[in-house]
């Protein structure tokens, strides 16, 4: 019986390292990463002491940045025949500003189209091929 407490605390007091997670990229502030499933990509901003701020909700799969701007392209619900993209202007982010202060999108692929030409924004450089 000792034994099985004993058991149970060891699975307890190590509750946090069953977790994984990983930085697939990052660009200035901020992270393509995901917590306990791969195919839970978000875009967040790290917000320093292993503190991040969700910026662009999963699945998403490829993103480019220049130093101001973040453009994303999202699976919405981890639906690969839809695809929105996102576009994050770090100029109006900060730690403390709500992620519709920064960030434009759920956007069709005309829309983006027509903003990345109004402002010049960057291509896409990491793509997730396995999520794309």
């Known amino acids: 019986m000792r034994a099985f407490f004993t ?3 060891v699975f307890a007091l ?6 994984d997670s990983r930085i697939e990229w990052r660009g200035g502030p901020y992270a393509l990463m995901w917590i306990d499933l791969p195919e839970s990509v978000h875009v967040a901003r790290d917000e320093g002491s292993g503190a991040w701020t969700p910026r662009i909700e999963e699945q998403v799969f490829a993103v480019g940045w220049d130093g101001r701007y973040l453009v994303a392209q999202q699976h919405p619900k981890r639906d690969k025949k839809s695809t929105v993209y996102f576009i994050v202007d770090s100029k109006k982010d900060s ?3 709500a992620a519709g202060d920064s960030v434009t999108g759920p956007l069709s692929e005309a829309e983006f189209k027509k903003k990345s030409e109004e402002l010049g924004l960057p291509q896409f450089t990491k793509i997730l091929s396995s999520l794309k």
Do not use: D, E
């Not at 190590?14 to 977790?19: L, V």
């Open 95 to 97: 730690p403390h500003a």
């Open 14 to 19: 190590s509750g946090c390292g069953m977790f």
């Open 7 to 9: 058991l149970i605390a």
